[in-house]
């Protein structure tokens, strides 16, 4: 079955102790993505990579540290988590055409942090 | 302003009715999606957009790229369509979302 997978579901946890949220698709996809999404701001982009050792900068990456060594996994890296951090986040994939983002996004079923 | 804007942000329909929910975006984009969030908080792409129109089942995309504007509409509105409705555009790598439109269909 054709699925990205995140991983943990639910974490609580406290500040300052590093996490990482790991998140795995299946389908060869090139480009991986990771979101939050908070009550009021909706869904912002944290990092995004268009292929496996190409990452970068979305709207809000501050706290946050990511890699692509292999295509099909994408962690987030929490070095330092803060209470400001705690949120709904969501990894997703996609295929490009001829190296453009124009191809429908996979989504995981998300991970809910609770940084205290 | 934000890049993407969603109207209307909260919308209350009988079953049966016709919806619309419109999206404007002030950059340029490789593509558009349409997603769908049940509460209990999964997201599903609808619809990949860069021109014209798509249907599927019930649901109908339209984007105008010159004016930089796109629709969803869904036919015969079913209390099963309650959800939250998100415009998203991408451009090399990046994403920004509108702030979702929450629909409820009632019986």
């Known amino acids: 079955e054709a699925q990205v997978t995140q991983n943990p579901r639910y974490l609580i946890t406290v500040t300052g102790k590093k996490l990482t949220v790991t998140c795995s698709q299946n389908?060869?996809?090139?480009?991986m993505s990771w979101y939050r999404q908070d009550p009021g701001l909706g869904l912002r982009q944290i990092y995004y990579?268009?292929?496996?050792?190409?990452?970068d900068k979305g709207d809000v990456p501050e706290g946050y540290k990511v890699s692509r060594k292999e295509k099909r996994n994408f962690p987030l890296i929490l070095e330092s988590p803060s209470p400001n951090q705690t949120s709904l986040y969501f990894c997703?994939?996609?295929?490009?055409?001829?190296?453009?983002?124009?191809?429908?996004?996979?989504f995981g079923d998300g991970t809910r942090l609770s940084i205290l | 302003k934000n890049e993407v804007e969603q109207s209307p942000q909260n919308l209350t329909a009988q079953e049966g009715e016709f919806i619309t929910i419109n999206c404007s975006y002030s950059?340029?984009?490789?593509?558009l999606h349409w997603l769908q969030q049940h509460p209990g908080g999964g997201i599903v792409s609808l619809f990949m957009?860069?021109?014209g129109k798509k249907k599927h089942g019930r649901l109908i995309a339209t984007i105008n790229i010159q004016e930089k504007h796109s629709s969803l509409h869904i036919t015969a509105s079913h209390p099963r369509d309650s959800a939250v409705y998100i415009c998203?555009?991408?451009?090399?790598?990046?994403?920004?979302f509108g702030d979702g439109t929450t629909l409820t269909v009632k019986p």
């Open positions: 997703a994939s996609s295929f490009l055409y001829r190296g453009r983002d124009n191809q429908p996004q996979h």
């Open positions: 389908m060869n996809h090139e480009y």
């Open positions: 990579s268009m292929n496996v050792e190409v990452t």
């Open positions: 950059v340029g984009i490789s593509a």
């Open positions: 957009l860069s021109s």
């Open positions: 998203a555009v991408r451009s090399l790598g990046k994403s920004t």
